[in-house]
T-cell receptor, first 113, second 118 residues
Framework: AQSVTQLDSHVSVSEGTPVLLRCNYS??????LFWYVQHPNKGLQLLLK??????LVKGINGFEAEFKKSETSFHLTKPSAHMSDAAEYFC???????????FGKGTRLSVIA | EAGVAQSPRYKIIEKRQSVAFWCNPI?????LYWYQQILGQGPKLLIQ??????VDDSQLPKDRFSAERLKGVDSTLKIQPAKLEDSAVYLC????WGSGRASTDTQYFGPGTRLTVL
């Protein structure tokens, strides 16, 4: 079975400073990993995904994540936070193909002006 | 391309009433999912369809929840009778169906239906 643990329920950063959202995964097989973002009253939007190609994955809006098998981690980073980045972020794991997504509990990112 | 459409966006009902949600996936997407997102938690899968057949409904409370996907396109999710703990956002997602993992894993989500049971 697959699972993800998001290590922080809430992260607060100042605008213009780096963002780090932490995620550890557990999977019996080589997983596919995703980060989704959810703005208030909006649907889930895919930020980036890892599917066993390059371990450093670049996504939209300047976000990137690095797959580290030895650490079973898939942390999300951004060099400089913007006010519009304030949202809920979900780390997600799945197996290949069209299997259901398993979501973490989410990390709420606050950006302070 | 148009995204996943859901309606209604909001619904308020009393416990023991029934309610139905509708989803129209992205055109050409064979796989459709319904997720339940309780406040403060990540979404949890309720049911997965491949065309109009059920692939996985192990997490669906079948005594009160039902879902169908007629003609392999639109889908409806019904709750009858509703309980207080059913208050949540119900998300519909769709994806392509493919034999490989490379580019077919991405699920696209609709805006969700927020259900409040009083």
């Amino acid at each position: 079975a697959q699972s993800v643990t998001q290590l922080d329920s809430h992260v607060s950063v100042s605008e213009g400073t780096p963002v780090l959202l932490r995620c550890n995964y557990s999977s019996s097989y080589s997983p596919s990993l995703f980060w989704y973002v959810q703005h208030p009253n909006k649907g889930l939007q895919l930020l980036l995904k890892y599917t066993s190609a390059a371990t450093l994955v670049k996504g939209i809006n300047g976000f990137e994540a690095e797959f580290k098998k030895s650490e079973t981690s898939f942390h999300l980073t951004k060099p400089s936070a913007h006010m519009s980045d304030a949202a809920e972020y979900f780390c997600v794991v799945t197996l290949s193909g069209n299997t259901p997504l398993v979501f973490g509990k989410g990390t709420r990112l606050s950006v302070i002006a | 391309e148009a995204g996943v459409a859901q309606s209604p966006r909001y619904k308020i009902i009393e416990k023991r009433q029934s309610v139905a949600f509708w989803c129209n996936p992205i055109s050409g997407h064979a796989t459709l999912y319904w997720y339940q997102q309780i406040l403060g938690q990540g979404p949890k899968l309720l049911i997965q369809f491949q065309n109009n057949g059920v692939v996985d409904d192990s997490q669906l409370p079948k005594d009160r929840f039902s879902a169908e996907r007629l003609k392999g396109v639109d889908s409806t999710l019904k709750i009858q009778p509703a309980k207080l703990e059913d208050s949540a956002v119900y998300l519909c997602a769709s994806s392509h169906w493919g034999s490989g993992r490379a580019s077919t894993d991405t699920q696209y989500f609709g805006p969700g239906t927020r259900l409040t049971v009083l």
